[in-house]
């Protein structure tokens, strides 16, 4: 880290603590040279990701619209809420591992489709007949044989 006092980039830490309530870290530094003591912030650099909807407009994400999708499809299941949170956990896990700056919510929606699917069949065709807004009977009829051929 480069001083800020005499631009010499041979400082140390002297002292490190959390703070932010554990979002970043505290760095209390000093000069080699100098002796001059100077305090340094460490964030965890995150990518702003934007989410792309069905109409092509553009928004950021937001974790408590998945969980708020998925405790819906789980109402009255027999799944615990750590499931739950288990399964939005891995489904931004997933969404993040992508690395993309832009992901469409069709490709969110299906991510926690496979993710209810495995978890419980009735959670995940309550999800897919909101998802896929099913127009008649007969799609989700096609959904269900779907899934009991599985």
């Known amino acids: 880290m480069k001083c800020p006092f005499c631009g010499v980039e041979n400082t140390r830490v002297i002292d490190s603590r959390p703070a932010d309530e554990g ?3 505290r760095r209390r530094r000093q000069c080699d040279k100098c002796g001059k003591r100077f305090t340094t ?5 995150t990518i702003p990701l934007v989410v792309i909807k069905k109409d092509q407009n553009r928004e950021s994400y937001d974790r408590r619209k998945i969980e708020a999708g998925v405790f819906r499809s789980c109402h009255k299941r027999p799944i615990s809420v750590d499931q739950i949170n288990g399964l939005v956990d891995e489904v931004e896990t997933a969404i993040f591992n992508l690395e993309e700056k832009e992901v469409e919510s069709s490709q969110i929606g299906e991510i926690v489709m496979n993710r209810l699917k ?3 069949a009735v959670a995940y065709v309550r999800f897919a007949s909101v998802y896929r807004e099913f127009k008649d009977v007969n799609t989700f009829m096609d959904e269900l044989k779907k899934i009991l051929d599985n």
């Open 23 to 25: 979002g970043s870290i």
């Open 41 to 45: 912030y460490e964030k965890v650099e």
């Open 118 to 120: 495995n978890l419980d």
